[in-house]
């Protein structure tokens, strides 16, 4: 799993937004309380985010996607009353009343707790590092409640590092203009809901791990920087924290992914088994699974993990990542191409997709990976990621291919010599 996707893991930000603040719910429009199990979830989640979109918002499809065009900027500015313009925190406040998520003895006035919980969550949501936010935004599915006044919205972003997440959002119209009041990182099974719920518990109770939530909070930053050592050891100090069930499962899901982004892959896989079994709802978890078990040469593990995870989210260029490498591992490099190529067409910018082919197309046909190559964007940051990625693998032919296309893409990038010299450092301790 590249450190980038632990972009996915912002959702914990709302927790420090939460603690200590106060609750009061008035009697007004209230959302709508849907009841449906894991199961019922999936089964809407792979068939929303599966071949081409249905989208299916009648009338109403040009406003929902201008809702979602308008609200990425929005989300960038961490301007509070922008971000209340397109979010509306009063009505996830009454939805966690409805659903007995706020303790009783909580109360105050809840025009300042949503002016406060407001500005916090906008300057949150707006850091570079581990805030939510896209570039680019494709509405798969749009499924009304009880009338068109209300959605659910299935919708798959891109954010400034083309890392795409699958979300479902929460909706209200008033008229032709469109509110959340919820949404669900999908590769987590986290609600923004869930987790301002379990802020306030947390903060009623004085729960004494919540001063511990802050670390966790760098250990995340400091993935996303690719600061991978520092991010272990600070999670690691998190192991007697005493974190509430759903975060101790984050804290060991992000565990589990920086163990395999250094390579420890056994050690990776027990701390995603012991994620497992405090929250067994967590898709992303079998990509990690799948790219260590890659890692081990335990190829068809890997498969039934990617599958797996399929059967949660739908197949998308990381899926198609892990089959490719583990049908290259298993020599059935044609299986290889395929998976990779259609990869590549769910999402040109899943670049693990083009390393995959790097690996195993031919030298003559070497052409078509150039050109999926020229299509990502910031190839420098590609680059380093990739070269970095094989030096630590100990990869020299891949490295020497990679620097050849680079060249011809960039051939005025510093960092070009650097790993010519690493590339010569491989070769002399791992000859042909």
Not at 77 to 84: D, I, M
Not at 128 to 145: H, L
Not at 289 to 294: E, G, M, R, V
Request: glycine residues 6%; contains cysteine; charged residues 30%.
């Amino acid at each position: 799993m590249n450190a980038r996707q632990m972009r996915r893991f912002a959702v914990v930000a709302i927790l420090p937004a939460v603690v200590c603040l106060l609750l009061s719910c008035q009697t007004q429009r209230q959302p709508t309380t849907q009841k449906e199990s894991k199961a019922e979830k999936h089964e809407k989640v792979v068939e929303s985010f599966s071949g081409q979109m249905t989208d299916d918002g009648g009338q109403h499809a040009e406003s929902i996607r201008r809702f979602f065009d308008e609200f990425g900027p929005a989300l960038e500015s961490g301007n509070a009353q922008r971000f209340g313009d397109f979010f509306d925190m009063r009505m996830m406040l009454r939805l966690l009343k409805q659903q007995n998520m706020v303790p009783k003895a909580i109360s105050g006035d809840e025009d300042r707790l949503v002016q406060l919980l407001n500005q916090q969550l906008a300057a949150r949501l707006a850091d570079p590092m581990v805030g939510i936010s896209w570039k680019k935004c494709e509405v798969r599915r749009v499924q009304f409640i009880k009338d068109d006044t209300e959605a659910v919205v299935y919708a798959r972003q891109w954010d400034a590092d083309d890392v795409a997440s699958k979300t479902r959002w929460w909706l209200l119209r008033d008229g032709d203009k469109w509110r959340a009041y919820d949404m669900e990182i999908l590769e987590v099974s986290m609600r923004f809901s869930v987790m301002l719920g379990l802020g306030f518990k947390m903060a009623d109770r004085n729960d004494p791990s919540v001063r511990h939530v802050p670390a966790l909070m760098t250990a995340v930053q400091d993935g996303v920087a690719g600061e991978v050592e520092s991010a272990i050891e600070t999670l690691e100090q998190l192991d007697r924290a005493g974190f509430p069930p759903v975060l101790e499962s984050l804290r060991l899901m992000m565990l589990a992914a920086f163990y395999g982004d250094e390579l420890e892959y056994g050690e990776a896989i027990k701390t995603a088994d012991r994620a497992m079994q405090i929250n067994s709802d967590l898709p992303m978890i079998h990509l990690i699974y799948s790219a260590c078990y890659n890692g081990l040469k335990e190829h068809e593990k890997a498969i039934q993990h990617a599958d797996l995870y399929a059967n949660l989210l739908g197949k998308d260029g990381d899926y198609y990542v892990e089959l490719g490498d583990a049908y290259a591992g298993m020599g059935e490099k044609d299986k290889a191409i395929k998976a990779y190529q259609d990869g590549l067409a769910d999402d040109a910018q899943c670049g693990n997709n083009v390393l995959g082919l790097m690996k195993i197309v031919p030298a003559d046909q070497r052409d078509a990976v150039v050109q999926h190559y020229r299509v990502l964007n910031d190839a420098d940051l590609w680059f380093l990621g990739f070269a970095e990625q094989l030096v630590k693998r100990e990869d020299p032919d891949t490295l020497r291919i990679l620097i050849d296309i680079h060249k011809g893409v960039m051939p005025d990038d510093e960092n070009i010599s650097f790993y010519e010299e690493e590339l010569a450092e491989l070769q002399r301790e791992k000859p042909p």
